[in-house]
């Protein structure tokens, strides 16, 4: 069993290894740092802004690690026409399987 502490201490540990975001922006790649990364027991939140000067299409966002390689992908394509704020997430959570 992964004690409540040991559950943290992993999720933190993943946290850890994220070192940028990449999209595509109306089909150029575009690199920033992430917005947020939460941790919170056994959940991990990475947040992608796009600001208000962020409009057209946007897709196939993904989450860097240090090392370059990609943690967690989406193949979402969104289309922002306002000049408004947008919060892209990626949303995890850890759970033990017993077996």
Request: proline share 4%.
């Amino acid at each position: 069993m992964i004690t409540p502490e040991g559950m943290q201490e992993i999720a933190e540990t993943i946290a850890a290894l994220v070192e940028e975001a990449r999209f595509y922006k109306d089909g150029q790649e575009i690199s920033r740092p992430p917005f947020r990364i939460n941790v919170e027991k056994e959940r991990i939140r990475v947040l992608i802004y796009l600001d208000d000067s962020d409009v057209g299409k946007f897709e196939y966002f993904s989450i860097m690690s240090k090392s370059g390689k990609v943690l967690f992908q989406k193949t979402d394509s969104i289309e922002k026409t306002e000049p408004e704020g947008l919060v892209v997430a990626f949303s995890l959570r850890l759970q033990e399987v017993e077996g």
